[in-house]
């Protein structure tokens, strides 16, 4: 567990969170510095006023507490948490790294934007033990895993209770969660094979293969070596159609009848009904001052571009704004993040927040760092990206 200050920065290349170096960071320290560690935040060293800070490259990413805001935890999560962690610590100890410089505060536990990849913090001067901080872990998501879910929420505890243990291994986890999945997928081939060995079963491949013609299975019959010609089959008319037919040409050759090929379509000329003048009825739109405009808040975003994209109302109490499907308001631009930012109601108070956007999000074009919440008032200007609004 880090007990330092954990400030967040975004500038021109990036956002970042920077931590203040520890003093007994030693040979981990090198081993960190030196290469690029799978699974591991890039991290650089800087000195600010003759002190050390590690900056760690977050862009793209979302930390582990703000990701459960935005999404309901589920026992996979909890799962592939499980594996990633135990892989992680695999990774250190091949490049001689210890594991308590493995952090597992929600804080420092990082989830990709683009494949839900988890990415951890690696601190140099980590003194805690991994199986403590382990534990915290399993206590924090607890209380955020959906409770609708009772499957989900017995294996989360039972997970914990097992961490409870004495001379528990997170291992021992890892191993416990990968037979339980071999388990599901023998079954799943046992029932699969079941269905497909039943009398009535189809594969899918041949139900919705067309029937050959008669005529397909004739030339195999021919083609078979027999030697013999198939019967023609002779198929005799309707008479009573035959009939109809002989009479009703008949009655054409008389003249009684016409032919069908001379019969004139009846031309169907289209009626239009009086045309009915009535004056629109004015359109009032309300002006709004925008350089002196004070007052109560809507909780209107206003669109200020050229594009055809539609004003942005807050109608709940928090509204997430992005690119992806998981976004309540979705703008559908490439430079506009998956979840971009977020817009929380209090009262009748506004606030805003980036979630860690690849393009920043821009209050009176400031950027705003990553979970800095910025009160909204009136007449402000928001951009998401390179598209704007106006606050009101």
């Known amino acids: ?28 320290e090198r081993l960190m510095l030196r290469k690029k ?57 091949w490049n001689m790294i210890r594991t308590s410089c493995l952090c597992l505060d929600p804080e420092l536990i990082f989830v990709t934007n683009s494949n839900q990849e988890f990415i951890f913090t690696i601190y140099p001067d980590g003194t805690g033990g991994i199986e403590k901080e382990f534990e915290q872990l399993m206590e924090y998501l607890l209380t955020r895993i959906d409770h609708k879910d009772t499957q989900a929420v017995r294996a989360a505890y039972s997970i914990y209770e097992q961490s409870l243990r ?12 990968m037979d339980s999945k071999k388990q599901d997928d ?3 081939r046992e ?39 198939p019967k023609k089959i002779k198929t005799q008319p309707d008479r009573k159609t035959g009939w109809l ?33 009535t004056e629109p009825e004015p359109v009032i739109h309300p002006t709004i001052c925008l350089s002196s405009y004070v007052g109560k ?14 004003d942005i109302r807050m109608e709940g109490s928090s509204l997430r704004i992005g690119y992806g499907k998981d976004a309540d308001i979705r703008i559908d631009r490439d430079t506009v993040s998956n979840l971009h930012a977020r817009i929380d109601r209090e009262g009748d108070a506004y606030y805003i ?38 606050f009101v």
């Open 245 to 277: 037919e002989r009479l009703r040409q008949k009655l054409t050759d008389w003249g009684i009848l016409e032919p069908e090929q001379s019969k004139k379509k009846e031309e169907v000329r289209p009626v239009y009904p009086e045309e009915i003048y």
């Open 1 to 28: 567990m880090i007990n330092r200050e954990i400030v967040y920065e975004r500038n021109l290349t990036g956002s970042y969170m920077k931590i203040p170096a520890g003093i007994h960071a030693g040979l981990d």
């Open 37 to 93: 560690i799978q699974g591991a935040l890039p991290v650089e060293k800087a000195y600010v006023d003759g002190n050390g800070q590690y900056w760690y490259n977050i862009s793209g990413k979302q930390s582990l507490d703000v990701y459960c805001r935005i999404k309901p935890v589920g026992i996979e999560l909890i799962e592939r948490l499980i594996v990633s962690i135990c892989s992680e610590m695999e990774i250190l100890e």
């Open 166 to 177: 004495e001379g528990y291994s997170i291992m021992d986890l890892r191993s416990v969660i």
């Open 191 to 229: 029932q699969s094979t079941v269905i497909e060995n039943r009398p009535e079963y189809i594969s899918p491949s041949y139900a919705s293969a067309p029937q050959a013609p008669e005529e397909v299975h004739r030339e195999s019959r021919r083609e078979s070596g027999t030697g013999k010609k």
């Open 186 to 188: 023998a079954v799943q």
């Open 353 to 390: 927040e980036d979630l860690n956007s690849t393009n920043g999000t821009f209050v009176n074009d400031e950027p705003l760092a990553y979970k800095e919440r910025r009160k909204l008032e009136s007449n402000d200007s928001v951009r998401f990206a390179d598209i704007r609004y106006r």
């Open 297 to 310: 808040a809507r909780g209107v975003l206003l669109y200020q571009g050229s594009d055809k994209l539609e």
